[in-house]
């Protein structure tokens, strides 16, 4: 197989940094490496996965922007996405004692991503954790009144910013939430 033959022309050089601009509908770098569509031509040609190059490409542009703009709303509060997200989970149930193992299959994530997340949260009075006193190996979380109101108001703050998907329409939200479930079910 020959290596393949990236596209790169001094003549895309953009003249400022940041600036946007398209060519039949491809965005162009803001960075001088041409237009996107020569990438996934390029990419089609030698493996045959042009168009799933360029929505996986797609895809982690649109991750980093998105974990972006929560973050900054996360961060006025101290807290991580992990955090934030095992916080919202115990909101929405409050009144229930949550197995930390049933959260992290929830979220797709290691069980000690929880844990940790469960010890900081208890650590700044927003959870609380308890163990099953028939079985030690469970353990569970419940929110406390203090970690309700902090979710109420973060999650206030991120529907504003309708989470970060404000460019989209509601349609365009259901039908991005059907097509990343065939990747990523959440359970």
Same mark, same amino acid.
């Given at each position: 197989m020959s290596p393949i033959r990236w596209p790169i022309r001094s003549d895309w050089m953009t003249p400022e940094p940041g600036t946007r601009w398209t060519e039949g509908g491809q965005h162009m770098s803001t960075e001088g490496v041409g237009p996107m569509s020569i990438y996934r031509d390029a990419v089609d040609a030698e493996y045959g996965v042009g168009d799933r190059y360029q929505a996986a490409l797609q895809l982690m542009v649109a991750e980093r922007q998105l974990v972006g703009s929560i973050g900054d709303v996360l961060s006025l509060h101290? /807290?991580?996405?992990?955090?934030?997200?095992? /916080?919202?989970? /115990?909101? /929405?149930a409050p009144d229930e004692n949550i197995a930390l193992g049933r959260i992290a299959r929830a979220l797709g994530v290691h069980g000690t991503t929880i844990t940790n997340s469960v010890d900081r949260l208890v650590e700044l009075g927003l959870a609380e954790r308890t163990v099953d006193s028939s079985d030690r190996r469970s353990v569970f979380a419940t929110i406390t009144a203090q970690g309700l109101a902090l979710s109420d108001q973060i999650l206030r703050k991120l529907a504003e910013t309708q989470f970060g998907l404000a460019p989209l329409t509601n349609s365009e939200v259901r039908t991005l939430s059907r097509i990343l479930t065939k990747l990523a079910p959440l359970s």
């Amino acid at each position: 197989m020959s290596p393949i033959r990236w596209p790169i022309r001094s003549d895309w050089m953009t003249p400022e940094p940041g600036t946007r601009w398209t060519e039949g509908g491809q965005h162009m770098s803001t960075e001088g490496v041409g237009p996107m569509s020569i990438y996934r031509d390029a990419v089609d040609a030698e493996y045959g996965v042009g168009d799933r190059y360029q929505a996986a490409l797609q895809l982690m542009v649109a991750e980093r922007q998105l974990v972006g703009s929560i973050g900054d709303v996360l961060s006025l509060h101290g /807290l991580t996405r992990p955090q934030w997200s095992v /916080l919202t989970i /115990l909101h /929405l149930a409050p009144d229930e004692n949550i197995a930390l193992g049933r959260i992290a299959r929830a979220l797709g994530v290691h069980g000690t991503t929880i844990t940790n997340s469960v010890d900081r949260l208890v650590e700044l009075g927003l959870a609380e954790r308890t163990v099953d006193s028939s079985d030690r190996r469970s353990v569970f979380a419940t929110i406390t009144a203090q970690g309700l109101a902090l979710s109420d108001q973060i999650l206030r703050k991120l529907a504003e910013t309708q989470f970060g998907l404000a460019p989209l329409t509601n349609s365009e939200v259901r039908t991005l939430s059907r097509i990343l479930t065939k990747l990523a079910p959440l359970s």
